[in-house]
């Protein structure tokens, strides 16, 4: 097997703390803005989102890091799916696919009944994968994210 053509999920360390940022960054400038919780969370990935129980996930393609995921804890059963960023130059390669199979995987393997997200209407194919892998609409309820006009959740069984 070729493994120079394989998309490998890679869990976050320490020296890996930037792309979670720049992959973020570049969405965000693209389609929205970069809000205060987005810059706060997006610099201080080991703070706010590993040492309060979450996890980040890469996709790395050819040596290089060109998605990520993140879970945010947010009790032990609930877990919110955010952060999740695809490099342009990675489109059609099945990243965003393969991060949210990942997320799924752990989430059963740690016993996590529910994770929730936020995103937007405007982005169709990100709304599409969400369902595509069980999410649903819910009420979107209290936001702290200017751009999210939807809320979707999946239960994990």
């Known amino acids: 097997m070729n493994t120079?053509?394989?998309v490998e999920i890679i869990s976050f360390s320490?020296?890996?703390k930037e792309p979670v940022k720049t992959l973020n960054i570049e969405?965000?400038?693209k389609y929205f803005r970069v809000e205060e919780k987005d810059e706060?969370?997006?610099?201080?990935p080991q703070e706010e989102i590993i040492d309060k129980g979450g996890l980040i996930f890469y996709a790395k393609y050819n040596n290089e890091i060109l998605g990520?995921?993140?879970l945010i804890k947010i009790d032990n059963a609930?877990?919110?799916l955010s952060k999740m960023a695809v490099s342009d130059k990675a489109q059609g390669l099945g990243i965003g696919n393969k991060l949210l199979a990942h997320c799924l995987t752990v989430a059963e393997e740690n016993?996590?009944?529910k994770l929730f997200l936020y995103s937007n209407r405007i982005l169709l194919p990100a709304l599409h994968l969400y369902r595509k892998f069980g999410f649903t609409e819910v009420s979107l309820g209290n936001v702290s994210y200017e751009r999210a006009d939807i809320?979707?959740?999946k239960t994990i069984s």
């Not at 706060?40 to 201080?44: A, K, T, V």
Request: cysteine-free.
């Open 4 to 6: 120079q053509n394989t």
């Open 14 to 16: 320490s020296d890996l």
């Open 27 to 29: 969405w965000l400038t």
């Open 40 to 44: 706060l969370i997006l610099s201080n």
């Open 68 to 70: 990520t995921v993140s």
């Open 78 to 80: 609930t877990f919110e």
């Open 111 to 113: 016993n996590i009944k």
């Open 151 to 153: 809320k979707m959740e």
